[in-house]
């Protein structure tokens, strides 16, 4: 359980918390940007508690953003001076002509300007952002669809956000006048005609009526400026309008949106759409039946339309929706190309970010397998056991005191519960901490935004999607196809993955005993799209309802790097008990890379502290700690491999409180590894199907110990979950005495 956050231990979190009680959806800001690394930072700002809490726990040093708009009921004036801007002049020129705006909430920037904050007008107008150009040169707007960083951030040149400290704590109700100017009659340069539509098909009559400056306006865009000849430049959502054109409407007399962006959700660069074509992109997954279907609910249909017989009217409207080389391109939108500038290292050399550590699902007293944020997978042979692995990882999670959601695409409900009721979970645990999915219906952004807002609510710290194959199949998407395997990864599992849980997948692998090494059936774009740890699910011997299992995870890739590829993470063993219920025990390996017996050896860890020492020639383990990155307990676990295997030597500190100093015998370098099976002992392989003998007592994987008869009993003394109980060190030797 995450404990309350004191103002002295994270100030920022404690921010975030009192913007988020005043309604203010907030959103974390990398150090050294301006801008959300949240892809859907428009719809993942929120004011919930637990959210903001994770979020800030796993990344203090990051900065606050808040979102502006409807939701918060909020919208800021950005009153620019830095270098040549004349903010201040425009807004005192603005002042002179229709009156002094009222005192109201304020922050001082990392620039020396202004944010102005004012309530959303209860008139019921929309804000929307604009730059330097509804108020004058050096003043923007941020409203729907905006953000603004906030006390205590810091600018990318080093200085603090600061509320102005003479400003009300509050912001004002704006002036009537600042309203109209901000919500001014839309105005038509070269309107779109209200035209007779050109068929009775449901796309057709709503777009007839509809305005590309509604549709788009809506979704947050902003009208950058409209060409002498009637094409409008329009600029995405979360980007500074003066950066430049991400779209533009009407090319030529066209009518359509023709998109260059790759940045813009749903929409494909160098595409062209109708606005039925943008409305299915942008809100249904790309399914323009679906998308023709809620317009006729929402009565765009002739009178005595069957809705089943839409289907068949949307084909035409369809096919000239896809992306379109054929047409001129406009000019290349050179400044919307933001990811191709060179990324800020200064975060990273200082430590303040760290590569990710594996955070779910571990054997007693070793290192977790699964990433938080991430996308992983588990893959094996059908009926192999990869079910039992991800209800064991959603048990521990549900132990642990978090939730677990299962999108379960091959069973029922009755499957889950009864192997989760079986391992020991109650009915209790099962109703408030296990969210059961089992859709019929593919992905779509409705469906999105069910699951995001779960997530958020109900703090999911682990989503399964049992299977990927059934997924995709489900999406209409072609499994052996690169390209719909990409687009299905990034608007699926990486889209919650990047709301914080652990996103798990299962998959299968043809059942092919002559190629072990094989990822899952079809196209390798499933392996490059997994941005946390795989695991292949060897069933040394297959569970069943009589018999005991042996299960074994081995790693088929840990994109950062906390586990080599090939070696044994954990095995799993499966035992039916004679009276009802299952014992589903994780363990460390017993046979392969990491053999019985052999100590948890941290590699890279072990590569960072003999790096370190080679730089400093002499540390205590406290200063090892402050200056490795990475989680004490493994560093110090990493100096105790490195000493024994005698790489590091480690030395009584002389005088008062004693203490020990380690310093660099030989360098130890990750690559060391490749040549270790070539002298270690080679440990016997168990029999084929054969499992680890049990004693009388067997330790149950999720917290006590489970006798011959079924029963669990709690751990002895404080003992760690499954494991012998040992007396408990005064000191470790890493420990300074001023520790």
């Not at 719909?484 to 699926?492: E, L």
């Amino acid at each position: 359980m995450t404990m309350a956050a004191t103002t002295d231990d994270h100030p920022t979190l404690t921010a975030a918390l009192a913007y988020a009680a005043r309604g203010w959806r907030v959103i974390p800001i990398p150090p050294g940007t301006k801008h959300p690394a949240i892809p859907a930072w428009q719809t993942a700002g929120t004011t919930d508690t637990g959210r903001i809490r994770h979020w800030w726990t796993q990344a203090p040093t990051h900065g606050i953003g808040i979102v502006t708009g409807t939701d918060s009921r909020l919208f800021v004036l950005d009153i620019d001076v830095a270098g040549d801007k004349q903010g201040d002049e425009s807004l005192h020129e603005l002042e002179q002509a229709y009156g002094p705006l009222p005192p109201t909430y304020e922050v001082i920037t990392g620039t020396g300007g202004r944010h102005l904050y004012y309530r959303w007008p209860s008139s019921g107008h929309v804000i929307r952002n604009s730059a330097s150009g509804a108020l004058g040169p050096g003043i923007d707007v941020r409203g729907e669809g905006g953000q603004v960083l906030a006390p205590p951030t810091i600018h990318p040149n080093g200085r603090p956000y600061a509320h102005e400290a003479s400003s009300p704590p509050d912001p004002a109700d704006p002036p009537g006048w600042l309203v109209a100017l901000l919500t001014p009659t839309p105005a038509t340069p070269t309107p779109q005609p209200q035209i007779a539509p050109q068929s009775d098909r449901p796309g057709d009559l709503w777009a007839a009526q509809t305005a590309w400056a509604d549709l788009l306006g809506a979704d947050g865009w902003t009208l950058h400026h409209t060409d002498p000849d009637g094409e409008q430049h329009w600029t995405r959502p979360g980007k500074d309008p003066r950066e430049g054109t991400s779209a533009t409407v009407n090319y030529r007399g066209s009518g359509r949106l023709k998109v260059f962006t790759s940045s813009a959700v749903g929409l494909e660069a160098d595409g062209s759409y109708s606005k039925l074509g943008y409305l299915a992109a942008t809100q249904y997954d790309g399914d323009h039946t679906a998308a023709a279907q809620a317009l006729a609910g929402l009565g765009w249909r002739p009178p005595d339309t069957d809705l089943h017989t839409l289907a068949g009217l949307t084909a035409t409207t369809a096919a000239t929706d896809a992306p379109d080389d054929s047409q001129e391109a406009g000019p290349a939108d050179i400044t919307d190309l933001t990811d191709w500038q060179p990324v800020n290292l200064t975060p990273i050399l200082n430590g303040d970010i760290t590569a990710p550590e594996p955070e779910i699902f571990n054997a007693p007293g070793h290192p977790p397998l699964l990433y938080t944020g991430r996308v992983n997978s588990f893959f094996g042979e059908s009926g192999g056991g990869k079910t039992w692995v991800t209800l064991a990882a959603a048990a521990q999670v549900i132990r642990n005191g978090h939730t677990a959601m299962l999108i379960d695409l091959e069973d029922s409900a009755h499957g889950a519960v009864a192997r989760l009721r079986g391992i020991g979970l109650t009915d209790h645990q099962l109703t408030q901490q296990f969210l059961y999915l089992n859709p019929v219906t593919p992905w779509r952004p409705d469906a999105a935004t069910i699951i995001e807002g779960l997530i958020t609510e109900r703090d999911v710290r682990l989503v399964i999607i049992d299977s990927t194959g059934e997924a995709m199949a489900m999406g209409a998407v072609k499994g052996n196809d690169d390209d719909d395997v990409a687009r299905w990864f990034r608007w699926f599992p990486r889209r919650l993955a990047d709301l914080g849980p652990a996103v798990v997948l299962t998959d299968h692998v043809p059942k092919d005993p002559n190629a072990p090494g094989t990822y899952a059936i079809g196209s390798q774009r499933k392996r490059a799209a997994i941005n946390g740890a795989s695991y292949r699910v060897d069933a040394i011997k297959a569970p069943s309802r009589t018999t005991d299992g042996l299960l074994r995870l081995v790693v088929a890739k840990d994109r950062h790097g906390a586990r080599s590829t090939g070696t044994t993470a954990i095995e799993i063993i499966i035992a039916p008990r004679v009276h009802g219920g299952t014992d589903v025990t994780v363990t460390p390996p017993t046979s392969g890379d990491q053999a019985a017996g052999e100590p948890f050896r941290p590699t890279v860890l072990m590569e960072r502290i003999s790096d370190h020492l080679r730089e400093v020639e002499q540390a205590t383990g406290r200063e090892i700690r402050q200056s490795v990155r990475g989680k004490n307990a493994a560093i110090d676990t990493a100096i105790a491999r490195l000493v024994e295997e005698g790489y590091v030597e480690m030395a009584t500190r002389a005088g008062r409180g004693g203490g020990a100093s380690f310093s660099l015998i030989r360098a130890y370098s990750a690559l060391h590894e490749m040549t270790r099976d070539e002298v270690r002992p080679t440990s016997p392989q168990p029999r084929p199907g054969a499992v680890p003998a049990e004693a009388e007592v067997r330790p149950h994987p999720f917290g006590g110990r489970t006798s011959a008869e079924g029963r669990t009993t709690e751990p002895e003394n404080g003992s760690s979950p499954g494991r012998t109980s040992k007396p408990e060190p005064t000191r470790s030797i890493f420990d300074d005495p001023e520790n």
